[in-house]
């Protein structure tokens, strides 16, 4: 079973929302996962893209040999850059 961490679509027509999950490689896109990961909002209300994903649980999927998708990478290396920003300012 190979395992993906990968982008699943919700929302209405022409207004995306996105779950970042586990799933098995072989599922559909918007199909059967194993765990949520967090989300992702690229067309926030008059704000900044808005994304929240549980980084210690991301690490841990990595651990057990899930490979995240190219999106998926990116997305969550932007916001290991703004992770130690926001615990700082807190």
């Known amino acids: 079973m190979a395992l993906k961490i990968r982008l699943?679509?919700?929302?209405?027509?022409?207004?995306?929302v996105y779950r970042m999950?586990?799933?098995?490689?072989t599922a559909r896109r918007d199909g059967r996962h194993v765990?949520?990961?967090?989300?992702?909002?690229?067309k926030a209300r008059g704000q900044e893209v808005?994304?929240?994903?549980k980084l210690d649980r991301v690490d841990y999927?990595?651990?057990?040999?899930?490979k995240p998708t190219d999106t998926a990478r990116t997305l969550?290396?932007?916001a290991r850059r703004e992770a130690p920003a926001?615990?700082?300012s807190a």
């Open 86 to 88: 926001e615990a700082a």
């Open 21 to 25: 999950v586990v799933a098995e490689s």
């Open 35 to 42: 765990e949520v990961l967090g989300h992702y909002s690229p």
């Open 76 to 78: 969550i290396n932007r």
């Open 61 to 66: 999927w990595v651990s057990q040999g899930a």
């Open 8 to 16: 699943q679509r919700f929302g209405a027509a022409h207004t995306p």
């Open 50 to 53: 808005e994304y929240k994903f």
